[in-house]
């Protein structure tokens, strides 16, 4: 991330550089920056802004349309619903930008340690493996658990696809450049169900995923380069941040939607002029200078999001959301901010997935459970280690159970699934 006069954090081949902390940017204390959502990255932002580019955190504008923060990396007790996790992060060694996030960020149990430091001793202490990554036949590990189950021909097609340039890619889905023979393998369903991909997502996307995690393709069947947090990803990660960044005053603006950054475009550079906002439904504007900053987050995996009951299925939510309105108002200004009609025009064939987050307050589930994994969830290991996927199942589902209790709050009879 470069800041003005040239500050930035930089990774070589050694680490001479990274833990050198940056000279103070001239004229940092007359800046400002608001930040547009309040989700793991802009959360990263605002404390990048205050730890290494020395920005007052009262300079800086944290704007979210909901009522709390988090953003997708959200973890919550309903009274009416129970626990609810939409989602969760597999996370890995080589998250350089996250690991040195949070070397600074305090942990909430044990402040006089970094949220890094217990991670790893956590992690260290209790290694991810999964005893069985996909099963059939009602709780059955699959014969072939543990192998690709790859044919040379398939092979070949991921090899192909790593070495195309991505510009030839546009508007290419993985069931174009795939046959039938991948499709079927143990692979696609390790890979697919990690990453949430389907047949019809973006063979670009596919593409850089497998350069991105290809030092850790040979532990897809077991998970054992996963790492994982004590509770959810928001206890364990978001809350210290937001602590870290409250306690050095930073403004945290909820029930605030943005809905247009307006942009003036002069001499081939763009410059963000106002804000177009709603603030508890009433509209308003906050006017930029030269000496404000503006981050967005575009468009959201989450969005839109509805919830169903046990009795009621979650509704279809056709509005595509704030937070892709906001690209879409930003776009209409000048095509250099991309196309975001090409993420969520396939509506419902682009929905994310279905998840359900299960609160049992009894053990009759228990010996399923451990039947599957060989581990025991009331232990307080990782049971999963991220997901088990049913083979056989028309709606490709798959269980997780991550260490519990999941929640802080959660009581010792409740198993979170």
């Known amino acids: 991330m470069l800041f003005e006069g040239g500050i930035y954090m930089y990774y070589s081949n050694g680490n001479y550089e990274a833990f050198a902390k940056p000279k103070k940017p001239a004229g940092v204390a007359n800046k400002s920056a608001y930040l547009i959502g309040s989700g793991l990255a802009s959360l990263a932002a605002a404390v990048f802004l205050t730890r290494d580019a020395q920005m007052p955190g009262q300079n800086i504008h944290v704007l979210e349309e909901l009522a709390l923060p988090g953003g997708s990396m959200d973890g919550i007790y309903n009274p009416d619903r129970g626990y609810i996790v939409r989602g969760g992060r597999e996370m890995e060694q080589h998250f350089e930008t996250l690991w040195d996030l949070f070397r600074s960020i305090p942990s909430l149990e ?7 430091d217990e991670f790893y001793w956590l992690n260290k202490d209790d290694p991810s493996f999964s005893h069985a990554r996909a099963i059939e036949k009602r709780g059955q590990r699959i014969p072939t658990d543990g192998k690709f189950t790859l044919s040379r021909k398939a092979i070949e097609e991921i090899a192909k696809l790593v070495m195309t340039p991505e510009d030839q890619l546009a508007d290419l889905k993985i069931n174009d450049v795939f046959s ?19 047949p019809w997502a973006s063979a670009m996307e596919m593409r850089r995923y497998l350069m991105r995690f290809v030092h850790h393709v040979g532990t897809l069947p077991n998970m054992s380069s996963l790492k994982f947090t004590k509770y959810n990803q928001y206890e364990s990660l978001i809350q210290p941040m937001v602590h870290y960044l409250e306690e050095r005053g930073v403004n945290f603006q909820f029930n605030t939607t943005v809905n247009n950054v307006v942009v003036a475009t002069s001499g081939g550079q763009k410059v963000a002029t106002k804000l177009e906002i709603v603030e508890d439904g009433e509209e308003k504007t906050i006017d930029l200078t030269e000496n404000d900053l503006v981050f967005v987050t575009n468009g959201s995996i989450t969005e839109s999001t509805t919830y169903g009951t046990n009795d009621q299925p979650a509704p279809i ?16 200004q000048d095509p250099a901010f991309g196309h975001p009609k090409k993420f969520y025009q396939n509506i419902p064939p682009a929905n994310w997935t279905i998840s359900a987050t299960s609160t049992f307050t009894d053990d009759r589930i228990i010996p399923y459970i451990q039947r599957i994994t060989k581990k025991d969830p009331h232990s307080g290991q990782l049971i999963t280690s991220g997901p088990v996927s049913i083979r056989d199942s028309n709606w490709l589902m798959g269980l997780t159970v991550s260490r519990q209790p999941h929640f802080a709050q959660q009581k010792p009879n409740e198993l979170v699934v």
């Open 180 to 198: 039938d023979d991948f499709f079927k393998s143990n692979f696609w369903l390790d890979w697919s169900t990690m990453f949430a991909f389907e």
């Open 110 to 116: 044990n402040p006089d340690v970094s949220v890094l």
């Open 317 to 332: 939510n056709h509005p595509v959301g704030a937070a892709w309105t906001l690209w879409e108002n930003l776009a209409k």
